[in-house]
């Protein structure tokens, strides 16, 4: 324990020097340590979850204390009003996923198409992220939600150095947020942008926190605030939607690859994907291959192709629809899928990929009831070995632009994510319902090697670029030996089965553009390097004992141990 | 300088050359070579805290700017949206077009241009960054033609500079009349974050001195105020 607050001694002196010289962007985004770590967006949040481990916290202390510190710091990205998925690998043993995606209101029909307005009330849905934080640590933390929201109200009452990841994110909401007298009074001071480095204060936000340590979820879910959120939302979300709301525990999805384990996020997000993907991937040898070789990019952009085509009809809210979890992993259903890519040519149209018939081959067989187990990972991973992984969003930056007034966050915009109600196409299983969670494509991983430790454990936002982001960032590891780092920071495409093009992240060779154009990719390369358009990793790889946590370099992410 | 009024530190005028440290913003003229050595000299002094000498009067041409105005982007970031509340602030008689059509500039006699790229705001105008120099060059020689006077700003500091914004800075502001800059004079020390400072690399003064456009810096937003009420000789109400 004393080293222990040694350790958060020299941390936090190290923050406050690094408050003073105004050079916080760089310092902790590669963090080592044999501790324990904390990986996220923001510097400031991996600082909160390390000073709850040195505080004795195991790795679900520190991952709640460090989620709400990320709404606090990153408040355009997450929030109390947004919602998100978790996966805990417990070192006793136990896989879990808590599932705190937002619901449709119960007024909610099929037939309210995506007419709806992307931003305002209407675009709102039921905000799962309290609840799933506080399910989480009352389930498998050790501390009170007082203790590890004290970071968050801290940082949220003191205030921050605001820096050029947010004040950039506030510059591009500059016209609708100075037309919002109540977000523009926390992020638009005298009615401009703030520069960097300025003291950013958000006193109701500070005032709903301290509300929730000490009153708990109720507050939010059964009390004033949750009446502030009907009232925000003009009644888009009644009270009665959010006093029915809950968080859900479920089964992760697992899978493995080149004999590691992955255990990632269940329906209706996307730890399906990325499992799909690994298992086609892994029919194919990419031994001898680097990560810019037009080779490996080809193999590894048709498998998320053919993976992605297969959760449209697949993948649905668990609650609603049986998802044909067991045929979707099976090795043996990649085999089949993997026989649609061709090594010396692309499938194009992109979209010209077909789902799988999963009637007709589940007379091949089904997942091998030992991957069914459980086992996870997280972006927090403790001395103990216990590992989280979250992810969690408000849907677009900022959401639904709705900012609760008196409570200083915003409310997600999570509603677009269903589908329009199509008459021609009754079967599908992604149409507006009541309560009902909107399909997205989030996926918190983790792996385990094949000593069955905690190896590797990430997660990434950026929208339909996710599923790519992460299998990718896992193939730089496994297959191309890559230091964690390395993995993050080289450059990243997407492919999926929507997108008509390949998308390409500024870094790669021309030669490699020249050849996956020979095999007919159609390349879309307007992106820069490091591109925050294709995530933002934050992880942690653990090897020979050494804990080595890094935050994206593609949204000032950083690591901190205790 | 006649029409604008300078009611602080002189260290240098203009064609001698000079620098002003308004209220807020730092003002100042390019030099010509005769005198830059002179110019350099008493930038020095300054750097070592001895601005408190230099207190003058100058006499230089006429810098006065006249209202109404009109502001817009070039770029489409939201620094002319910024722009828009510092004018109101300033009192300044203003229209804001976020991006103004050339008919736009019917009726103005002086034209604000905020610049720095955002691809977000390129991208909801419907342009990349070609089209946006192409327009905003038609926009400048309309200006031209209507004799209208062109102030450019840049007020989002460090954090709007790159490759397009920098593109967008080196094509329009060697063409206005006055520039403004949130960043940094040359020789003096920048107390605020490194991110702030649009001028770290002395882009802008390089520009002000080869073109022999005067220029004011300041070191926040709010500082933009107090030099537009001294070109556009804003009285106060009442």
Redesign the interface.
Known sequence: MNRAYTGLRGLLACVVLVGLI?VGAVAGQVETSTEGMVATAHQLASDAGAEILAAGGNAVDAAVAAAFAITVVEPNASSLGGEGFMVLSLADGRDIAIDYRSVAPGHITYEDDNDEPRYGPESTCVPGLVAGLATALEDYGTMTLAEVMAPAIRLAKNGF?LD?GL??RI??A??WM?ADPTASAVYLP????P????NLVQADMAHALELIAAQGPKIFYRGEIALAIEAATEGFLGYSDLQRYAAVIRNPVLSTYRGYEVIGAPPNVAGATVAQALNILETFDLAGYTWSDSGAIHLIAESLKVASADRLPYVGDPDFFEVPLDTLLSKEYAEVRAGLIDPNSAIFPTNSVPAGDLEAFELIGAVDEAYSASTTQVSVLDDAGNAVSITQTLSSFWGSRVMVPGYGFFINDELHNFNDYNPDNLADINVHEPFKRPRTVIAPTIVRDTEGEVFLVLGSPGAGRIPSTVVETIVNVIDFGMTLEDAIRTPKFCSRVSYKELRIEGGYPQAALDALEALGHTLKTSYGELDLYFGGINAILVEDGVITGVGSFRRDGGASAP | MEGLPLRSNIHCNRRGEAAAVALHGKREMPMKHGRRTWGIAVLLILALGLAAVAQEEVQTESMTFTQPALITSIGQSAGAAQARVVALKAGLEATYMQRATLEDLEGSSTLIVVLGASSKGLGAAGVDIDGEITWATELFDKARELEIRIIAMHIEGGSRRGPSSDLTITTFAPLADYLIVKGSMPDTEWTADEAANGNADGLFTTIAGENEIPIAYIEATLGAVDVLIELFDIQPEG
């Open positions: 105004g150095p050029e004040q950039t510059s591009d500059y016209e100075s005298d009615g401009l942008v520069d960097v480095g300025s």
